[in-house]
C-alpha cells in the first residue's frame, strides 16, 4: 500500500474527527501554531486518530472516556462505578468547589497546579456534572504510562568524543531531572568524591515511596547522560570504555514507573510539577522522558502535553523519545504516524534511535525499524525533530532489577567479575544522549533558551543518510527502512557541531505541520510567522531561515515551499517512478510483517 493511499485511508475514516478546540490562557506563540490548520483552507489532514465528535458538554470529555460515560446513563451499575480521571480547569476549583465534589462521591487524589488540574476517582455517574461546570475544560483518564525502550562506537557517531576533547565539558553544574523508574546507586554515578551525584530522589508512584529502580530502565538511562564509565574499560576487564555523554551532571531521579515499567499521567505530571518547582535548587536545565503512551487527542488538550510544555515555558528542556512502533502496521501505515505522546508535542525534542551498525563512523548508520515515526496523529506535526543511536547501547545495570532478572543474557560482563553494565535497545536509548548533549550545550552557554537549543541541534544535525537500509530482528524479521523527514527529523545529533554553533535563533522552536491537499494530492510543510522556521521570521540571516531554504533539513531534502510528498517531489527517494510510490521505495520488495518492539527485544541487526 502507498503512504498516500494509507494517509486516505485515515482521511476517510476520521476526517470530520479533527480536534479544533485549544484551552484557553494558552501562550499566544502556542495559540498561533495549533491554528494553522484554519489558516489553511480547503486542505485536508494527513493522518487522523478516530476520535468521534461530541456535542455539548461531552466534548470536554476524551474519546476514551466518552463511551463509559454514555453507557453511565443506561446501567446503573455502570453509573455506580468508579473511574479515575484527570479534570483540567480553566481556573483552579476554589476549597469550596472541591467540598463539593467530595460531597458527591468524588475522592481527591493530587492538584496539578502547573497545568491546572485535579486528579479524582469519581463515580462514572458524576462524570456528566463535571462536564456542565463552566471551568472545566477538559476530562481525561488517569491513562497509563510505559516505556518506550557499544558507547565508544556511538559517542564517535554523534561527535561527543571530537567535542570532548574540544570543549572539555562535562555536564558540571546542570541538573538533569530523569523521570523514569528510578535511579539505582552506581559507582559510574559518584563525583571525584565518591559522593552520589543523584542529588535529589522522589518518588511518585502510588503506594511505593522508594526511590532506587525496580525495574532498571531508569537507571541505563541515568547511565547514558551521565555515567563516568568509571567500572569500565580495560583496567576493570571490559573491552569498551562505557560512559555517558555528560558524565559530570548532576541527576535529579524523578520514579514514575513501578516494578514493570508502568506508571499513569497524573504521576508523570507530578512529577514534571516538581521538577519546575525544585528548577532554582538544583540547576534543572533538562527533563529527560524515556516513556510514553498512545495519541488520544490534540497535544492542545492532552494533559500530559500541558504539563511538558509548561516546563518548556519555564525554561526547562524537555527530551522526549519518540516511542518504539515503526514496525507497526495496524493502521496501514508501514510505522508512520505512530508517535507517542507526550513527544507529539511541538515544543519538545522528540527523538527517534539509529543502529550504530557496530563501528565506530557514522557514515554507514541507519535507523532502526521500530523508532517510531511521523507525521503525529491528529495535529499532523513533523516528528521525530533528529535521531541518535539507540540500538543495543551499553549502560549501566541494575542488578535484580525487573529487566536483569528477566534479561540475564543482556549483561556486559568484564573478563572476571560481576557485570556492571547492561545492553538496552530502543528510542529510550536515544533521547538520553540528546538530553547529555543539551546539558553540555548548557555548561557552555547558561543563557541559552530550550526553543535556541532545538533549533541549534536541529539545525547543525548530520544529514549524511543514504536513502535506503535494510535491518533484520532477532527472528529474522526483514525492514525496509527509507531516509525522509519523518523518519529521521533534521538528522543525526552531531554534539560537536552543536558546540561549535553561535546562532541566536528568535522566537519559538515549534515542529512544523504537514498538510495535504486533495487537489494536488500532495502534502506539505506549513510554515507560521510565529516560529522561527516560519516564511517571514527570518533567524539565521537575510536570506536563510532556520526551516526554510535546506538549513534545517538539508539542500537534498526539501526547500521552505516545496512539497514533501506528491507527483513532482516526493522525500521517498530520488528513484520513485511515482509521487505516490510505496514509502521503501518503487523497486523494493513487500515488506515483511511489523512487529511490536520491547525492551525485552534485543534490537536488531
Not at 249 to 273: F, H, K, M, P, Y
Not at 344 to 370: C, E, F, K, L, Q
Not at 540 to 545: D, I, K, R
Request: a neutral charge; aromatic letters at 8%.
Amino acid at each position: 500500500m502507498s503512504l498516500k493511499n494509507a494517509a486516505m485511508k485515515l482521511m476517510n475514516n476520521s476526517d470530520k474527527s479533527q480536534v479544533k478546540c485549544g484551552r484557553e490562557g494558552r501562550p499566544p506563540n502556542y495559540r498561533a501554531f495549533s491554528a494553522a490548520w484554519g489558516r489553511v483552507a480547503g486542505l485536508a489532514l494527513l493522518v487522523l486518530s478516530a476520535m468521534p465528535s461530541y456535542a455539548g458538554p461531552t466534548a470536554k470529555f476524551s474519546a476514551d472516556l466518552q463511551q463509559r460515560a454514555a453507557g453511565a446513563n443506561s446501567r446503573a451499575a455502570g453509573a455506580n462505578s468508579m473511574v479515575t480521571v484527570i479534570v483540567q480547569y480553566r481556573q483552579m476549583p476554589t476549597n469550596s468547589s472541591i467540598r463539593t465534589m467530595q460531597l458527591g462521591g468524588a475522592a481527591i487524589k493530587s492538584k496539578l497546579h502547573t497545568i491546572r488540574a485535579v486528579t479524582m476517582r469519581v463515580p462514572v455517574s458524576m462524570l456528566a456534572n463535571l462536564a456542565k461546570d463552566p471551568n472545566v475544560a477538559y476530562i481525561t483518564p488517569d491513562r497509563p504510562v510505559s516505556l518506550t525502550a557499544a558507547n565508544e562506537e556511538y559517542a564517535t557517531a554523534v561527535e561527543a568524543d571530537v567535542a570532548a576533547a574540544q570543549f572539555a565539558l562535562d555536564g558540571t553544574g546542570v541538573g538533569v531531572a530523569i523521570i523514569d523508574s528510578g535511579v539505582a546507586d552506581h559507582g559510574d554515578l559518584h563525583d571525584a568524591s565518591g559522593a552520589s551525584r543523584v542529588v535529589y530522589s522522589q518518588s511518585f508512584v502510588a503506594g511505593d515511596a522508594t526511590t532506587p529502580d525496580k525495574f532498571g530502565h531508569g537507571t541505563h538511562v541515568a547511565g547514558l547522560i551521565g555515567g563516568t564509565g568509571a567500572n569500565s574499560g580495560t583496567a576493570n576487564g571490559y573491552q569498551a570504555n562505557y560512559a555517558g555523554v555528560a558524565p559530570n551532571v548532576n541527576i535529579i531521579n524523578l520514579r514514575v514507573l513501578d516494578q514493570n515499567g508502568s506508571g499513569t499521567d497524573s504521576q508523570v505530571i507530578a512529577a514534571i510539577q516538581q521538577a519546575i518547582a525544585l528548577q532554582s535548587t538544583y540547576n534543572i536545565r533538562v527533563i529527560n522522558m524515556s516513556l510514553g503512551r498512545p495519541v488520544y487527542e490534540s497535544y492542545t488538550l492532552d494533559p500530559v502535553c500541558q504539563a511538558v510544555e509548561s516546563a518548556w515555558q519555564a525554561g526547562i528542556v524537555v527530551v522526549v523519545a519518540a516511542g518504539n512502533r515503526g514496525r507497526d502496521n495496524s493502521m496501514g501505515t508501514h510505522g508512520f504516524a505512530t508517535i507517542g505522546a507526550p513527544a507529539n508535542d511541538p515544543a519538545v525534542i522528540t527523538v527517534g534511535a539509529t543502529r550504530t551498525m557496530g563501528t565506530a563512523t557514522r557514515v554507514d548508520d541507519a535507523i532502526a525499524s521500530y523508532s517510531s515515526r511521523g507525521p503525529t496523529l491528529v495535529d499532523h506535526l513533523v516528528k521525530p525533530d533528529l535521531v541518535a543511536p539507540g540500538n543495543r547501547l551499553v549502560s549501566l545495570r541494575d542488578a535484580g532489577s525487573t529487566l536483569d532478572r528477566n534479561h540475564s543474557s543482556f549483561e556486559v560482563g568484564p573478563l572476571f567479575g560481576t557485570p556492571k553494565y547492561f545492553r538496552l535497545s530502543g528510542t529510550s536509548m536515544a533521547t538520553p544522549l540528546v538530553s547529555g548533549a543539551v546539558a553540555l550545550m548548557l555548561q557552555q552557554n547558561p543563557s541559552l533558551t530550550p526553543d535556541q537549543v532545538k533549533a541549534r541541534l536541529m539545525k547543525t544535525a548530520w544529514k549524511g543518510f543514504g536513502q535506503y537500509t535494510r535491518s533484520w530482528d532477532d527472528y529474522g524479521n526483514a525492514y525496509d527502512n527509507q531516509y525522509d523527514i519523518f523518519t529521521y527529523g533534521a538528522g543525526y545529533l552531531d554534539i560537536d557541531a552543536a558546540l561549535n554553533n553561535t546562532d541566536l535563533a528568535a522566537g519559538v522552536a515549534l515542529s512544523p505541520t504537514a498538510v495535504y491537499d486533495p487537489i494536488s494530492g500532495t502534502v506539505s510543510i506549513v510554515n507560521t510567522t510565529s516560529v522561527v522556521w516560519g516564511g517571514a521570521s527570518v533567524v539565521w540571516g537575510a536570506t536563510s531561515v532556520v526551516w526554510g531554504n535546506s538549513v534545517v533539513w538539508g539542500a537534498n531534502t526539501f526547500t521552505s515551499n516545496s512539497v514533501v510528498w506528491g507527483s513532482t517531489s516526493v522525500v521517498w527517494g530520488a528513484s520513485s517512478v511515482s509521487g505516490f510510490s510505496v514509502v521503501w521505495g518503487a523497486n523494493s520488495t513487500t515488506v515483511s510483517p511489523m512487529a511490536a518492539f520491547s525492551d525485552g527485544d534485543d534490537g536488531e541487526n
